[in-house]
């Protein structure tokens, strides 16, 4: 079993939609919590990041963690076509620097 | 100013052959990494580098893997003896720190897709 699941999709959604995004994960001393955009051929660019349980909000962009459940959720309102992308989850225990990436979610937004 | 920056950007080579691929990170950056991500598959860590300390070379899949990093700056990921298997994109990162960061943000190259054939 991999420490991070994810999965792959992909995911088409309409315009507008709301589209959830998820990974679990296996380790309880993950404590920083990331979501990573990437674009065909680029390299992922950091879209939000959690430390430890709760909720962040960021524009369009709502990042969740449960860590009793072990679960992590991005959240992304009014889609928009701009947002067709693959999307990673990764996290890290505190005081290392080693993340673990989930394998991405393919998402496409239909105009 | 200047993101990451990666060399070359597509790379195809022969079966056998050695690789050099190269990884400009951030000015300023003290920790470097390198990644492999494979079709299908997460970000695969290969090594990190953390100012002049030691490399973590805990990711790297065999002894046909290298890397250095030469004045805290630039590096270079080598791969000798090449096999399809390695076929993948290799991506490069930088942050400002270690493990006392907080976020630790890693910025990443665009990467360099290298075909074995």
């Known amino acids: 079993q991999k420490e991070v699941e994810q999965d792959p999709g992909p995911l088409s959604v309409p315009e507008g939609a709301i589209v959830s995004l998820n990974c679990t994960y296996s380790?309880?001393?993950?404590?920083?919590f990331m979501w990573y955009r990437q674009y065909s051929r680029k390299g992922p660019e950091l879209l939000m990041y959690?430390?430890?349980?709760g909720n962040k909000e960021d524009g369009r962009f709502t990042a969740q963690v449960d860590k009793s459940s072990k679960y992590i959720s991005l959240f992304i309102r009014d889609s928009q076509p701009s947002d067709s992308a693959t999307y990673l989850c990764a996290m890290r225990p505190s005081g290392t620097y080693k993340y673990i990436f989930g394998t991405g979610t393919r998402l496409k937004v239909l105009a | 100013g200047a993101g990451v920056s990666q060399s070359p950007s597509n790379k195809v080579t022969e079966k056998g052959k050695d690789v050099e691929l190269r990884c400009d990170p951030i000015?300023?950056?003290?920790?470097l990494y390198w990644y492999r991500q494979s079709l299908g598959q997460g970000l695969e860590f290969l090594i990190y580098f953390q100012g002049n300390s030691a490399p973590d070379k805990s990711g790297l899949p065999s002894d046909r893997f290298s890397a250095e990093r030469t004045g805290g700056s630039v590096s270079t990921l080598t791969i000798q003896r090449t096999q399809q298997e390695d076929s993948a994109v290799y991506l490069c990162?930088?942050?400002?720190?270690?493990?006392?960061?907080?976020?630790?943000?890693?910025?990443f190259g665009p990467g360099t897709r290298l075909t074995v054939l």
């Open positions: 959690t430390y430890s349980s």
């Open positions: 990162a930088s942050s400002l720190g270690g493990a006392g960061f907080s976020t630790n943000e890693q910025f």
């Open positions: 380790n309880s001393a993950f404590q920083y």
């Open positions: 000015s300023g950056h003290t920790a």
